[in-house]
C-alpha cells in the first residue's frame, strides 16, 4: 500500500465530505480526487521517468495540497522548497537532485529560476490541467517500501544540509501512528497554520485518510488562526512553540475563541516546563507533543495530553510509537540503562535510507540499524523519553557537562522572562562560558546580576551564565526555531560582556 492509497480510500469513502476548507471556498473529497488525478496525469506526460523528483515551491494554500497528492499520486518524489529561502540555496538543491519538474507560486517563481534544468509548473496553471485531464488516469507505478516517497533538506543550522530519503514505509508508519496517536477521525478538522512543507506536512494524509479536514488558515497571524477555530470550528492543529506563544499573547485572543479545540500539538523546538503549564491554563488540558527528525519524522514518540497534564512529565516527549525502537546509548555505541544520559538512537520503518547522494554522511549517522540523532536523554523506568539538547550545543565548562534546556528552563520561569536560549562560548579559563540570550515580557525589566541570582540559587554556580545578552527578538529560522548559532556569531562581535537591555 502506498501513502497516496489511504487519500484515495477515504475519497471513495467520502465522496460529499469536505476535504479541504478556506474562508474563500471547499473542496469535496471526491473533487479533490478528480483534481489530483488530473494533476498527477499530467505530471507524469511532463516528465515519463518513473520514481523521478517533483520540487514544490509555494506557500500554504489549496493548491499546495493538490499538488502534494498529485506528487505521490504520480509515482514521484516530493521535494518540498522553502519559499522562504534563498535563490542560491533553491538552485543549490535543485542541482543536486535534478527534478524533472518545479511547481511554484508567485513566491515561488521568484526562487526557481533555473529554467535550463526543469519544467516549471505555475500553482495558478493547475485548474486548466485539471480541466484538460478530468478524465484521464495516471499511470499506475509499482514501488517497494523502501522507494523514496520524498527528500527533504534538513535546515541547515548545522551546517550543509542534506536531503534526506524518506521512504515509503516511513510515510505509511507516520500515517498509522498518527491515525493511532491522536485518534483522528471524520469530524476532525485540522488547522494548518503552519507550513506544510515542513512538520505540518506530515499531518495532512493522516486527516485525508480517516475523511477529515484540512482547513485552510488564511495566514499565520493570531487573529486568522483564531478566526479558523472559532468560526470554523477547528478541532485540533501543529505548531511551533513560538506560533503558540503568540497566539496567546494577541490582543483580543481569549481562550472562548476555541470552543471545538481538544488537541493543541507543539513541535519543531522544545518548551520550558513553565510555559507548558501556561499554555495548558490558557487553553486547557489539550496541550500534547511528539519527537522526531526529518530522518525519523515527526513520531518517533507521542506525549498525549493526559500525560503532558501531569507536572512530573511536562520535559518529557512521550513513549515510542508502533514499530519504532528507542535507546540510550554512550559514545561507544553500548545501550544504557534507565535514567542514564546518553545519545538517542532510533530504528525501525520511520528512520530513513539515507542521505542523498551523501554516503559517507549516512554511514555516519545510521550505524547497526540505529539512527543516531545528535540529541541527548534519557528514557526514564516507565519508558518516557527526556531530551536534554543536542550533543553539539551541551556546554563543558571547567570540565562539567551543563545541558542548556536546564537552564533555559530556570530562567523562563522568571516573571520577565518571554523566551530564552542558552548556548555556550569559547573561554579562555573554563573552555566554555554559559551565556544567555533573554527576550522581555513587553514592559518587564530584569538586570543581568538579577537573572543570574536567580539561576544560581537554584541550579548553582556551574549553570549559572558568565553572561546575559537582552534582546528585542531571538534570531529564528524560517519554521521558527531559535538559532544558536547566530546567538554565538553575534555574541563573538561584541567586545562588551554583554549587550545592553534595549529597554
Known sequence: MYPSDFFFRAAQRYPEHIAIESRASAISYGELARKVNAVAYALQQMDPRPGSAVGLCAANSDNYIIAMLAILAA???????????????????????????????????????????????????????????????????????????????????????????????????VIMNQIHGWEITKDDKFVVCAPISHGTGTYVLPLLAQGGCLLLAASSDPQDIAHAFEKQGGTMSFMPPTLIYKLMTAAGITPDRFPALRLLIYGGAGMPAEKIMHVQQFFGPVLATTYGQTEAPQIATLMKPEDLSRPEYRQSVGKATWLTDIA????????????????????????????????????????????HTGDVGQIDEHGFVYIKDRIRDVIITGGFNVYPI?????????????????????DEKW??????????????????????QFVRER?????????????????????????????????????????????
Open 75 to 173: 509515482g514521484k518524489v516530493w521535494v518540498p522548497l522553502n519559499y522562504r529561502s534563498t535563490q542560491a540555496e533553491i538552485q543549490r538543491i535543485t542541482a543536486t537532485i535534478d527534478p524533472g519538474i518545479v511547481i511554484m507560486d508567485e513566491l515561488g517563481a521568484a526562487l526557481a529560476t533555473d529554467t535550463k534544468h526543469y519544467k516549471r509548473l505555475h500553482t495558478q496553471d493547475m485548474s486548466a490541467l485539471a480541466d484538460k485531464y478530468a478524465t484521464c488516469m495516471p499511470a499506475e507505478m509499482t514501488f517497494p517500501g523502501e522507494q523514496t516517497q520524498a527528500i527533504k533538506f534538513t535546515g541547515g543550522t548545522t551546517g550543509v544540509p542534506k536531503g534526506v530519503m524518506q521512504p515509503y514505509r516511513a510515510w505509511n508508519t
Open 328 to 371: 540510550i546509548m554512550d559514545a561507544n555505541g553500548k545501550k544504557l540503562g534507565c535514567n542514564e544520559t546518553g545519545e538517542i538512537a532510533i530504528r525501525g520503518d520511520l528512520v530513513m535510507t539515507g542521505y542523498w547522494q551523501l554516503p559517507e554522511k549516512t554511514a555516519e549517522t545510521i550505524k547497526y540499524g540505529w539512527l
Open 406 to 426: 536546564d537552564v533555559e528552563n530556570i530562567l523562563s520561569q522568571h516573571p520577565a522572562v518571554y523566551e530564552v536560549a542558552v548556548f555556550g562560548t569559547p
Open 431 to 452: 573552555g566554555e562560558a554559559v551565556n544567555a540570550a533573554i527576550q522581555l515580557r513587553p514592559s518587564a525589566s530584569a538586570s543581568e546580576t538579577e537573572l543570574k
Open 459 to 503: 541550579l548553582g554556580s556551574v549553570q549559572t551564565p558568565k553572561a546575559i545578552h537582552f534582546l528585542d527578538n531571538l534570531p529564528r529560522s524560517a519554521v521558527g526555531k531559535i538559532l544558536k548559532k547566530n546567538l554565538q556569531e553575534h555574541v563573538s562581535r561584541q567586545r562588551s560582556p554583554s549587550i545592553v537591555n534595549p529597554s
